[in-house]
């Protein structure tokens, strides 16, 4: 009986949120270019790209091209996979933008345009199926 009731608690105990690992300077100003390798996907449109396997060196990206439905969605795990499937471990150039608000970092994330070989990864996620959605 005392087993059944840890276990139960277990499985109803909350899931312990764990924060991403990108820790690195965010720019902070629109036109300002970066690019490293991408190191953590977040959700359908947030990644991490830094140049080395330090996370102090990381910086969080918001797509600026793309609007993913939320990780909790129903398809918001595909929409992270699909992501990571395209830039996971490959090498971005992103630039700095504004974003609706007239703000360049959002939510601790930098928002910014980025191309995968030249070519904006919105328009990569829209080739391989994702569609737009989220808030």
Known sequence: MKWLLILTGLLLAPAVAHADPCEGRLPDRAGASFSGLVRYIGDGDSLCAGPNSDPSTW??????????????????????DRLSGLVRGRVLTCVAVRGRNGRVIVYDRVIASCRLNGRRVGDLLRAAGGREGGD
């Open 59 to 80: 910086i969080e990206v918001r797509l600026s091209d793309f609007n993913a439905p939320e990780l909790h969605s129903p398809t918001g795990r595909a929409d992270r």
